[in-house]
């Protein structure tokens, strides 16, 4: 297979990819699907076959760290297989959204959303209402969320507390002043910067949506620390 088909197989891959929590069902879905990337990733990277085969049988284990441990290495295996096929067909994801395309915008942070399997991190100090409204939605099940902001906070808590209540899904909201970029970071693996506010890209603006690779451990580092620092909201 060209890392063209490559690429494409495990990017339906990560779209169909089963919740974390799901993982370790018996279901013929979750069999199937984990039965396919098994096959996927004979063929990228042979030697990580043995790495998948372990974190299989690990999901099934009656050890929580062990089950843990399992669906963080899928998650983590299936983003790595991802970036590496870009890199070698088109390079790090680089989008371009023109003036008034908000649709368009929205539909491209969308997409990252919805490979999520554990973690989000969004850091943009103008999250609002707005921003919970139009993406937490999207966000997978079981994914646990974290917003760090700070000028919109009257506005983003409450949203938040009542998308909780009526979801269950888990958010945390920390305040920091000392922060002017836009990024999300999925799983601890991928990163993705925003030209604009989550709230507003192409709205009255160009902006662009690049995904961050060589800094990927400096930039997640950095705020990962001042998320530590930063004031609990909720």
């Excluded at 030697?47 to 669906?71: E, F, M, Y």
């Excluded at 919109?152 to 979801?167: C, D």
């Amino acid at each position: 297979m060209t890392n063209e088909q490559l690429l494409a197989e495990i990017e339906d891959l990560r779209r169909t990819m089963p919740s974390l929590g799901a993982l370790k069902d018996d279901s013929d879905q979750t069999l199937a699907w984990l039965g396919r990337l098994s096959a996927f990733v004979e063929v990228w990277n042979l030697p990580q076959t043995l790495l998948l085969r372990q974190a299989i049988v690990n999901l099934h284990s009656p050890i929580g760290d062990w089950v843990n441990s399992g669906k963080k290495t899928i998650s983590i295996l299936v983003h790595q297989a991802c970036s590496d096929l870009r890199f070698k067909t088109v390079g790090p994801l680089t989008k371009a959204v023109g003036q008034g395309l908000v649709y368009d915008y929205f539909d491209e942070v969308r997409k990252i959303i919805e490979t999520a399997r554990t973690d989000l991190f969004f850091i943009d100090r103008y999250l609002d209402a707005d921003f919970v409204s139009r993406y937490l939605p999207h966000v997978v099940p079981g994914v646990s969320v974290r917003l760090l902001a700070h000028d919109k906070l009257s506005t983003l808590r409450p949203a938040v507390e009542l998308f909780t209540k009526q979801s269950g899904a888990k958010i945390q909201i920390r305040s920091e002043p000392a922060f002017h970029d836009r990024y999300v970071i999925v799983d601890g693996s991928s990163c993705y910067q925003s030209g604009a506010s989550f709230k507003d890209g192409g709205k009255t603006a160009p902006t662009t949506l690049t995904q961050i690779t060589d800094a990927f451990d400096a930039v997640q580092n950095t705020y990962n620390d001042l998320w530590t620092k930063a004031v609990v909201v909720i």
